[in-house]
């Protein structure tokens, strides 16, 4: 299931605190979508809604990223690398190899390939 929620400012201008407003989208796949309101300090930060959060699963100390696409803001949480150890099967002649000589053993064969 694809985790992202888009944003789009709602107006150019700024609040008479100085903050500018942000909607945010939220696409958790095609049936579910939710749409949440957040704004900006004058800092630049922004509160990501209760619902949003829990939505995403997102947690203190979580890592998101920003990509902007457009006039929007998509806003995912990272993927935990940890989490995926194991999932990728290693041949056994690269394991426990150092990485400089698995690239060069890679690139060897490679240049075998092509002759």
Do not use: C, Y
């Not at 990501?48 to 803001?73: H, Q």
């Not at 995926?84 to 490679?110: C, F, H, Y």
């Amino acid at each position: 299931m694809s985790r992202s929620i888009g944003s789009a400012v709602r107006s150019g201008r700024r609040g008479a605190a100085g903050r500018g407003e942000i909607s945010l989208h939220i696409s958790l796949s095609k049936e579910i979508a939710m749409e949440a309101a957040a704004k900006v300090t004058s800092k630049g930060q922004v509160t990501v809604p209760k619902a949003v959060r829990e939505a995403l699963g997102i947690n203190d100390g979580d890592e998101v990223i920003f990509r902007v696409e457009g006039n929007r803001a998509v806003l995912a949480r990272t993927a935990d690398f940890l989490s995926l150890a194991g999932s990728i099967r290693v041949p056994a002649a690269k394991r426990n190899v150092a990485w400089d000589e698995v690239i060069r053993r890679t690139r060897s064969a490679r240049a075998a390939a092509r002759r």
